[in-house]
């Protein structure tokens, strides 16, 4: 997919790409928790002290070079099944949230029947190519509904590629096998959301899910989400080379294990407030973050993750519909390969909005539907 428009120039990303492998060199990147990481990078030349890892960056690209540049997601049909590296972004819900505000606009915890609806909508949407995973965290009264049945609830009512959990290593095998995954499988049925925690931080569930994942031929999205001013430094510029050290340690990760295993990379850095100790989404500087994430992440040959309609505002209001808007519109001007949280978001990421949820696929749908007539007339 190519870019309709780049907001950094050469000499601004090289010297982005300089100061990351000057973080790698110097400071380096802990990885808590897990020897088996430790030994896979002790193998290609990394020094470890401790728990922490310095490499060479060129020596992590020479890794990355490893990985697919597009790889299918596979569903349970040919006709559901998806390209991500295509010519079209990948569609994926959101992932997460706690709650649910109905149509009728009560909010509560979500249920397995909540999960069930939600399901059902994300199959049902054209806009939508996968069904995701985690939809909402579904209560069965004060306990949480086993992952297990989450996935069941996928492979029951969608065929549409779904991502599987990163709850533990065991559970992501669990929810593998039910998904007919096998070792030996060169099929990607699975996409498993890696986030580590900035900054330079890998902990232990998700090095170990990681692995897991790769080591399956299953695809994993490496995620550096950084809140400038809290876990990144505070310019744009700081972040981005924070957050491509980050996930170039991770995305080496997988080729180690597996030469080949499908990835993406993703960068994304929003500020964080003083006033009420959190991150603020749909802002300018997370805008010009995602824009230039996604050049950079493209240069190391893999898919992009870029984020959808996410928001600060608690309600499906003008807010809410503005910095959805600008935010889908930077992943989508910087050609994302994979945009997570498409629709339904809410109240920080605290809440899935069912009324969101309509009023993002309806951007969503018109947005694609553009791409698609400017793909068939030649506008690329």
Known sequence: MQFPYALLDEPTLVSIEAQAAQILDEIGVELQGDPGSLDA???????IDGEHVRIDA????????????SFIWQGKTEAASVM??????????FYGPPNVRHADDSLRQGTLEDYRELVRLYDASPAIDS???????AHDGDALVPYMELARVHLELSDKPMMGTVLSEDALREVASAAGVKDTDEDCRLLHLINLTPPLVFQTNPLRCLRASAKLGQASLVASYMMMGATAPVTVAGALAQGLAEIMVGLALTQIYRPGAPVVGGIFATPFSMQFMGPIFGTPESHLAQLAGCQLVRRLGVPCRGDGLVTSSKINDAQAGYEGASAFGASFMGRADLILHAAGWLEFGRTVG?????????ILKAQLSNLQIRHSSGYF
């Open 41 to 47: 990078m002790a193998s290609v030349g990394a020094r």
């Open 58 to 69: 060129d020596r992590l690209r020479d890794l990355i070079a490893d990985a697919p540049a």
């Open 84 to 93: 991500v590296g295509g010519e079209r972004p990948v569609v994926v819900p």
């Open 131 to 137: 069904t995701g995973f985690q939809l909402c965290i």
């Open 354 to 362: 069912v009324e969101k949820f309509a009023s993002d696929e309806a």
